[in-house]
């Protein structure tokens, strides 16, 4: 999983980091599963280190002690991955380790070309993109007796923010024709009732605040729930995406499940609907573009806010070996920087690495025939296409 949340800490260190004489190395490592065999990785990890220790030999603004912590680092790392087990869901491990004993390791969702950089501190702006474009879904579970908030990120439950238990008794009886005493007993227990879902309501206000949750899933028992969902605040009513419900009490395991359904349901939906804005409304007025040569053209002029591909998109191209730029045309040299420009049969990571260093959100769809009848790949624009 991308455990930001359990490494919080360690992630706001990083992301916070004021450079020192000490180096930094950040490293990425494209383990994806799908695409690239143990072997294949780890003799790619060889052969950039092998390349970065003669970058160092060569520069002389490097102290020997600098060379010495550095070189100790490369060794740990190609033991560590050497070791290393790889989680289906990871297809990048992002490790950033420093002189300093920093050691920090990131499981990422989507691939990006391995690499490595050694700089006085750690490459952060891919993680700082993926952060700002991953969802935190707060699950919400609730009956009478007790109720519990979760996290949900990256299709795992990641941790418990908060458990209440309730005064309200579990058992109750209602008879048409109550007596006093138990329309009393009945007020007492909405009272109750009342003063549970506040604490809880509470408790959702603040961690929306702290950016803890983004939006809110209910579960449990359909009548508290709803009840609930009537009672919650109206700043929290738009973040609500929807409802799960079970017969008995959920089991992780289930909880979980429901959830994902539900996420991925609603991740759909927006997924679509933004292939369709995109061709319905931001093509014809010139805030949009699709196609593999245009995503990649206003890729380059630093203009797309919102990168859209089919999961399978690939398209071969050119990559200029001294600046990076892009292109599926071959040119005779790149015309920024006159570098060379070398051929790669699939350039899809260098554009989504791109998008990422450049903030873009991104959105990976699956399975739409409008995206991949317009050519697997679009973007909604920072500024209208000038004429
Ligand atoms: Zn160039």
């Known amino acids: 999983m991308f455990d930001i949340n359990n490494q919080s800490e360690e992630i706001k260190r990083i992301l916070d980091y004021v450079s020192t004489d000490n180096l930094f190395i950040s490293l990425y490592l494209e383990v994806d599963a799908s695409k690239i065999t143990k072997q294949d990785y780890l003799s790619k990890l060889n052969s950039m ?3 970065k220790r003669s970058e160092i030999e060569k520069n002389s603004s490097i102290s020997n002690l600098n060379r010495k912590n550095l070189n100790d680092i ?12 790889r989680p289906e869901f990871v297809k990048t491990v992002l490790l950033f380790a420093g002189e300093d004993d920093t050691w920090v390791e990131i499981k990422l969702p989507v691939n990006i070309k391995s690499k490595i950089m050694i700089d006085p501190k750690p490459h952060t702006q891919v993680l700082r993109t993926l952060i700002n474009n991953t969802t935190r879904y707060g699950i919400l579970e609730i009956d009478r ?24 008794p ?18 007492r227990i909405e009272v109750k009732l009342n003063q549970f879902f506040k604490i809880i309501n509470d408790k959702l206000l603040s961690l929306f605040r702290e ?11 359909k009548d508290i729930a709803l009840q609930f969902k009537n009672y919650m605040s109206s700043s929290i009513q738009p973040k609500y995406i929807g409802y799960i419900t079970s017969d008995k009490p959920f089991s992780p395991q289930s909880l979980k499940e429901n959830a994902s359904k539900l996420i991925k349901q609603v991740e759909t939906e927006y997924k679509d609907n933004i292939v369709k804005k995109l061709l319905e409304e931001y093509i014809p007025t010139e805030w949009g573009v699709i196609g593999a040569a245009d995503s990649i053209k206003y890729l380059m002029l630093d203009q797309i806010k919102i990168l859209i591909y089919d999961t399978d998109f690939e398209t ?22 006159d570098g060379r420009l070398i051929h790669y049969s699939d350039i899809t990571d260098e554009i989504i690495e791109v998008a990422l260093n450049q903030g ?12 991949k009848d317009s050519g697997s790949i679009g973007a909604i624009l920072r500024f209208k296409i000038s004429a």
């Open 211 to 221: 950016g803890k949750i983004d939006t809110l899933i209910l579960a449990g028992i």
């Open 316 to 337: 071969p191209g050119y990559v200029c070996e001294k600046c990076g730029y892009l292109t599926i045309k071959e040119e005779p040299s790149c015309p920024y920087c």
């Open 145 to 168: 007796e007790k109720a519990q908030i979760y996290l949900m990120y990256l299709g795992q439950i990641q941790e418990g923010f908060a458990a209440f238990i309730s005064e309200v």
């Open 49 to 51: 280190i092998v390349e």
């Open 360 to 371: 873009c959100e991104l959105v990976e769809v699956r399975e739409n025939q409008y995206l």
């Open 170 to 187: 579990s058992q109750v009886k209602y008879r048409r024709e109550g007596s006093d005493r138990e329309k009393q007993q009945m007020g």
């Open 74 to 85: 490369f060794i740990k790392i190609k033991n560590y991955f050497n070791d290393y087990y």
